[in-house]
């Protein structure tokens, strides 16, 4: 359903939706909209936008009580479960609620770049075969399963610890926790409140990048916008070799959401929380329903970060078996890990006042400015890394979250390019062997598990992540450093 309703521009790729709106929704459940929508994209993108009805998914998250400030829609925005993909909003940790909807299925579903001493002049003629040892080393697919078989306590230590407990096993190194989003590993996480479905799913799949949009990708920067900031981050040159990894939680992460949607539906029901959509189902966050949901969600994400430092390993196991040279000489170092489905207790200056907000990113990047405690030290006068994919087809970006993010959007950025068709609509109009044959023209070399996912996934389904990036940049909540082009993509 495309938007139909007011949209106001208001500045420079800012616009804003009144919260004097009421849908047709709103009005048939007699609820209004407590804050704004703020919506940042410009004039090209504002047609994308509407074509879709994410704008009435802002609408419906701008009632849920406690939101703080505004229902903030990102320039990669589409329709999602509950809250739209690249959604932010924050709520009071008094008053507000936490919703399994504004995390989504995939908890922790995340990014993260390594750099390399390596030039793409080294590498041209070795990138298929590097392309398909890690399609090899990582077992990708829907529903692939790893090597690896953990008992029941190892899980417990993987959902209570993340990649610190790979780490310690001898999968990385303290410079790679170091430069994770939470050092991988979030305090709070209960195994505990995990379900042994949600275990059995988990137990043979870590180290695996799954389907759908996940992605393992070896790039080379094609163009540095701030050469300070770019060193600080290990970027140096163009033509440097880059890999980007993106995968999330995996089934276990899926199974704790369905499980805990189930429970939210009864503490929606029990607190009489009134919603325009049953899909944002949601209970009062200081209440133990919501409680017990952070909790798990915390080991899910996890998990996650586990799953993540598992497969960068095996893609330095790939990168050492081809070129024959240890990690360390070939310089494979980890710029930075986030995750991009997160809900999380944060403290922001809101209206002059320091306020404790559980902030939710849905397809959304944290993005926090120079100086915050919560930024690896050794980038914590620049700012935190933004690492924003591309489709496969095209580039991905890195960028550094700014004072302005902060006091905008929670110190949040867009997390990708966001889709601009369904999966089923892009299969209806792309051809795998197509998609196979324009990225060769383009000297991208692809290895895909499924030619269904390819097609799902083609570079036409997606918007300009040019255009959603520019937007961001000028819009000043996340600031340009590096554009890396692809060289080989492994697909699920």
């Not at 299925?105 to 770049?113: A, S």
């Not at 995996?250 to 919603?275: F, P, S, V, W």
């Amino acid at each position: 359903m495309s938007w139909k309703g007011p949209i106001d521009k208001i500045g420079d790729c800012r616009y804003r939706i009144s919260e004097q709106f009421k849908s047709n929704v709103l009005k048939q459940h007699g609820l209004r909209m407590n804050v704004p929508g703020l919506v940042y994209c410009d004039e090209k993108m504002i047609e994308t936008i509407r074509a879709d009805d994410a704008l009435y998914q802002v609408t419906n998250v701008a009632t849920l009580p406690g939101i703080v400030s505004h229902s903030i829609a990102m320039p990669d925005i589409h329709h999602g479960y509950g809250f739209a993909i690249g959604a932010v909003a924050a709520f009071d940790a008094d008053e507000g609620i936490i919703s399994p909807g504004g995390v989504g299925y995939d908890i922790n579903c995340g990014v993260r770049l390594l750099r390399s001493d390596l030039t793409a002049d080294d590498i041209r003629s070795r990138v298929p075969k590097l392309v398909d040892t890690m399609f090899a080393n990582v077992p990708s697919g829907v529903g692939s399963t790893s090597r690896l078989r953990l008992s029941n306590q190892e899980m417990d230590d993987v959902l209570a610890n993340g990649a610190r407990w790979i780490v310690a096993n001898g999968y990385g190194s303290k410079d790679d926790l170091d430069v994770m989003e939470e050092g991988g590993g979030i305090e709070g996480a209960d195994p505990s409140l995990i379900s042994d479905s949600a275990r059995k799913r988990g137990s043979n799949q870590l180290g695996t990048l799954g389907a759908g949009n996940h992605f393992l990708e070896i790039q080379r920067v094609d163009e540095i916008y701030d050469p300070e900031t770019a060193a600080a981050f290990g970027i140096t040159a163009t033509g440097q070799v880059t890999i980007m990894i993106h995968t999330g939680s995996r089934g276990c992460g899926h199974q704790i959401c369905t499980d805990y949607l189930e429970a939210m539906r009864a503490a929606r029901k029990k607190y009489g929380i009134r919603l325009p959509d049953p899909q944002l189902v949601c209970a009062p966050a200081s209440s133990p329903e919501a409680q017990r949901y952070f909790s798990a969600m915390k080991a899910a994400a996890n998990y996650a970060w586990a799953n993540r430092q598992m497969i960068t390993h095996q893609v330095r196991q790939s990168f050492e078996a081809v070129l024959k040279q240890s990690a360390e000489r070939l310089g494979l170092d980890l710029i930075y890990d986030l995750a991009h489905n997160m809900a999380k207790l944060e403290e922001h200056e809101v209206e002059g006042r320091l306020r404790h907000l559980y902030v939710h990113r849905k397809g959304a990047t944290r993005a926090f400015g120079p100086g915050h405690p919560e930024i690896p030290q050794r980038y914590r006068h620049v700012g935190q890394p933004v690492l924003i994919p591309g489709d496969m087809g095209t580039a991905s970006y890195l960028l550094v979250g700014t004072e302005l993010g902060m006091r905008e959007t929670f110190g949040s950025s867009c997390h990708g390019a966001g889709r601009r068709m369904s999966r089923h609509a892009s299969v209806r109009r792309h051809r795998a062997n197509e998609v196979f044959a324009h990225l060769k023209d383009k000297g991208i070399y692809l290895q895909a598990k499924s030619k269904r996912v390819v097609a799902e996934e083609a570079p036409g389904a997606y918007k300009d992540i040019d255009n959603v990036v520019e937007i961001t940049h000028r819009a000043g909540i996340a600031r340009k450093v590096a554009r890396m082009t692809p060289m080989g993509v492994v697909k699920g």
